[in-house]
């Protein structure tokens, strides 16, 4: 008993405990004040596949296993409850989602840019994801829960020259194959961190260190796909540790050649809850080259953009403006984009904001970049399929991040006066071919499929 009176156990940092306390309260406002009692679509499917009846009961649909098992105990208490709001999901959301933002996510960027955190930095974090994503906090979607899997694994990896190395990169493997299997895309992240791990998070240790380190988080990813290949197995016969999308992200990379965006709406008064908006140059370049785009394979693909380089450069392009242009933060939207133009230039301007505060730093490091590359991966590699603006959300997540650990208002001031006459010309410039572009975009509103 004396023994285990003298161990030291880990504290929080004073403004840690009150960052946490502070956001935790924040997000059940927000879960309250939005009054949603009830889940759509995506959400819906997540939050059905939530109970214990479908743990070996998977639709041939499904998109990873691991989410909707993390549901469970929440949907289990709602159910046990009978409340028919979903307080369970908004409680233990918001109390985890609180923990994760004030603490790794808020560390991870700190590793990342250096800099500093306070209450009021680690709240920023939270509170802005909250701002231009609210539905990610409101409805059970894989979306943040997959970042936050991949950041708590970047994390741990990164914490090499602690104790325990080998269990840490163990669990950061299943981290990260945690995100995989709560989002198919982070895949590429998967196969960022295999490289990183022995050539940046362990760069300059012996190459037996490297490869033990590598094993351990190959080891720890392998076990987190178990689960998956017992479901592939029973599904399809085929005992694969991989989800089985193929066909579904080719799909996503042809619908990314006539569509610039799609959108949910939960409007009654609409033809169709999806929302549509059409890329004309994509339908014209599908309609010059049919036999480019006739056989639906990631490699046929692959060979139409080697073929065709500008075109795809400039749907890109497009994707990305579109993609950042947040008009529908809810997810499942009441209101037409359409008539959303002051927030989509809110949105710029936040946008623009971030990207001066990281690129006009006092002091930068380019080993920044190890840290933010799954991240990065991830973003890039969504660019190029039908894009809804919560896929670039890890994007926002890195700029929010280099604000909060960076920013410090004598310096921002200084780069302001100094550089003023070229900043207002080129917010101008740029906010003018935003709304171009995004104004194209709304005009091109169908509810069918192009």
Same mark, same amino acid.
């Given at each position: 008993?004396?023994?285990?009176?003298?161990?030291?156990?880990?504290?929080?940092?004073? &403004?840690?405990?009150?960052?946490?306390?502070?956001?935790?309260?924040?997000?059940?406002?927000?879960?309250?004040?939005?009054?949603?009692?009830?889940?759509?679509?995506?959400?819906?499917?997540?939050? #059905?596949?939530?109970?214990?009846?479908?743990?070996?009961?998977?639709?041939?649909?499904?998109?990873?296993?691991?989410?909707?098992?993390?549901?469970?105990?929440?949907?289990?208490?709602?159910?046990?409850?009978?409340?028919? *709001?979903?307080?369970?999901?908004?409680?233990?959301?918001?109390?985890?989602?609180? /923990? /994760?933002?004030?603490?790794?996510? %808020? &560390? /991870?960027?700190?590793?990342?840019?250096?800099?500093?955190?306070?209450?009021?930095?680690?709240?920023?974090?939270?509170?802005?994801?909250?701002?231009?994503?609210?539905?990610?906090?409101?409805?059970?979607?894989?979306?943040?829960?997959?970042?936050?899997?991949?950041?708590?694994?970047?994390?741990?990896? #990164?914490?090499?020259?602690?104790?325990?190395?080998?269990?840490?990169?163990?669990?950061?493997?299943? /981290?990260?194959?945690? +995100?995989?299997?709560?989002?198919?895309?982070?895949?590429?992240?998967?196969?960022?961190?295999? +490289?990183?791990?022995?050539?940046?998070?362990?760069?300059?240790?012996?190459?037996?260190?490297?490869?033990?380190?590598?094993?351990?988080?190959?080891?720890?990813?392998?076990?987190?796909?178990?689960?998956?290949?017992?479901?592939?197995?029973?599904?399809?016969?085929?005992?694969?540790?991989?989800?089985?999308?193929?066909?579904?992200?080719?799909?996503?990379?042809?619908?990314?050649?006539?569509?610039?965006? @799609?959108?949910?709406?939960?409007?009654?008064?609409?033809?169709?809850?999806?929302?549509?908006?059409? #890329?004309?140059?994509?339908?014209?370049?599908?309609? &010059?080259?049919?036999?480019?785009?006739?056989?639906?394979?990631?490699?046929? @693909?692959?060979?139409?953009?080697?073929?065709?380089?500008?075109?795809?450069?400039?749907?890109?392009?497009?994707?990305?403006?579109?993609?950042?242009?947040?008009?529908?933060?809810?997810? @499942?939207?009441?209101?037409?984009?359409?008539?959303?133009?002051?927030?989509?230039?809110?949105?710029?301007?936040?946008?623009?904001?971030?990207?001066?505060?990281?690129? *006009?730093?006092? *002091?930068?490091?380019?080993?920044?970049?190890?840290?933010?590359?799954?991240?990065?991966?991830?973003?890039?590699?969504?660019?190029?399929?039908?894009? &809804? *603006?919560?896929?670039?959300?890890?994007?926002?997540?890195?700029?929010?991040?280099?604000?909060?650990?960076?920013?410090?208002?004598?310096?921002?001031?200084?780069?302001?006066?100094?550089?003023?006459?070229?900043?207002?010309?080129?917010?101008?410039?740029?906010?003018?071919?935003?709304? %171009?572009?995004?104004?194209?975009?709304?005009?091109?509103?169908?509810?069918?499929?192009?």
């Amino acid at each position: 008993m004396e023994q285990l009176m003298h161990i030291r156990y880990p504290r929080w940092p004073r &403004e840690r405990v009150i960052a946490f306390s502070f956001i935790a309260l924040v997000l059940l406002l927000a879960n309250w004040a939005s009054a949603v009692v009830s889940f759509p679509y995506d959400a819906g499917l997540y939050w #059905d596949l939530g109970q214990t009846s479908t743990l070996h009961a998977f639709p041939h649909t499904f998109r990873g296993y691991l989410w909707p098992y993390i549901l469970i105990p929440a949907h289990t208490i709602d159910q046990w409850t009978g409340i028919q *709001t979903p307080w369970a999901w908004r409680i233990i959301s918001s109390l985890i989602y609180s /923990l /994760l933002f004030t603490g790794p996510v %808020a &560390e /991870l960027f700190k590793r990342s840019f250096g800099g500093r955190l306070s209450i009021a930095r680690r709240s920023w974090m939270a509170i802005a994801t909250l701002v231009i994503f609210p539905g990610l906090f409101l409805y059970p979607l894989s979306d943040l829960p997959a970042a936050l899997f991949l950041v708590c694994g970047i994390l741990l990896t #990164d914490s090499r020259h602690g104790r325990r190395w080998v269990i840490r990169c163990l669990a950061s493997g299943a /981290l990260v194959a945690a +995100a995989y299997n709560t989002r198919t895309i982070y895949m590429l992240a998967f196969l960022a961190m295999l +490289a990183l791990v022995p050539l940046f998070f362990f760069r300059g240790r012996p190459v037996w260190t490297r490869a033990v380190a590598l094993l351990a988080f190959v080891l720890g990813a392998a076990i987190v796909c178990v689960p998956q290949a017992v479901i592939n197995k029973r599904l399809y016969g085929v005992a694969s540790p991989l989800v089985q999308t193929s066909s579904l992200m080719a799909s996503q990379l042809y619908w990314g050649v006539t569509l610039q965006r @799609y959108e949910t709406s939960i409007r009654h008064d609409v033809p169709s809850a999806s929302l549509f908006y059409r #890329d004309q140059a994509g339908i014209a370049f599908n309609s &010059e080259f049919p036999g480019y785009l006739s056989k639906h394979t990631i490699l046929n @693909y692959a060979t139409t953009v080697i073929a065709h380089p500008l075109f795809f450069f400039g749907a890109y392009g497009r994707h990305l403006v579109n993609g950042i242009d947040v008009r529908d933060g809810m997810v @499942y939207t009441d209101e037409l984009s359409k008539n959303r133009t002051i927030w989509s230039l809110f949105c710029f301007t936040l946008f623009a904001f971030c990207t001066f505060v990281l690129s *006009t730093r006092d *002091t930068k490091n380019w080993a920044e970049w190890g840290y933010l590359a799954p991240l990065l991966v991830v973003v890039v590699g969504i660019l190029p399929g039908a894009i &809804e *603006t919560r896929f670039l959300m890890p994007l926002y997540l890195l700029l929010f991040g280099a604000v909060a650990t960076r920013f410090e208002w004598s310096y921002f001031a200084s780069q302001l006066r100094r550089h003023w006459a070229s900043i207002v010309v080129g917010y101008v410039g740029l906010a003018s071919i935003w709304l %171009a572009i995004t104004s194209s975009t709304m005009a091109q509103l169908r509810y069918v499929f192009p």
